[in-house]
């Protein structure tokens, strides 16, 4: 299995992106995803997790009410679309799967990740 995420850039404080996980080599209804980051000299950080059958959802109070997370099957792309940008949002962004044995399951720790993707800049500016 293979993820490969995109979407990163530079964008201006209070913009929108949104980042795409595309995977290969399983079908996405078999995976729940999570999307986590890291920030330069801080530790990897949970940004939101979607369950296999996408009935389930969560998200780091950091971003709550600001990022939503979404997977398209026929697509094999979860995406994650960022509003609003703050400053603190600057990180690499990495898209992480595994196999989940029940449709609506999501997985708080990223070391319960079996794949991931090579990660994306994101880089907000004022």
């Known amino acids: 299995v293979q993820l490969q995420a995109s979407g990163g850039g530079l964008v201006q404080a209070g913009g929108p992106l949104r980042l795409s996980c595309v995977v290969s080599?399983?079908?996405?209804?078999?995976?729940?995803v999570g999307w986590f980051r890291q920030a330069p000299g801080k530790e990897r950080e949970m940004v939101s997790l979607?369950?296999?059958?996408?009935?389930?959802?969560l998200y780091s109070d950091s971003v709550k009410g600001r990022f939503t997370v979404s997977r398209d099957s026929a697509r094999n792309t979860v995406y994650l679309q960022m509003n609003n940008l703050k400053l603190e949002d600057t990180a690499v962004y990495y898209c992480?799967?595994?196999?989940?044995?029940?449709?609506?399951?999501?997985?708080?720790?990223?070391?319960?990740?079996?794949?991931w993707g090579q990660g994306t800049q994101v880089t907000v500016s004022s």
């Open positions: 979607i369950s296999r059958s996408g009935a389930s959802t």
């Open positions: 992480a799967a595994v196999e989940s044995p029940t449709p609506d399951g999501i997985f708080h720790a990223s070391r319960l990740y079996r794949y």
């Open positions: 080599g399983s079908t996405l209804d078999h995976l729940a």
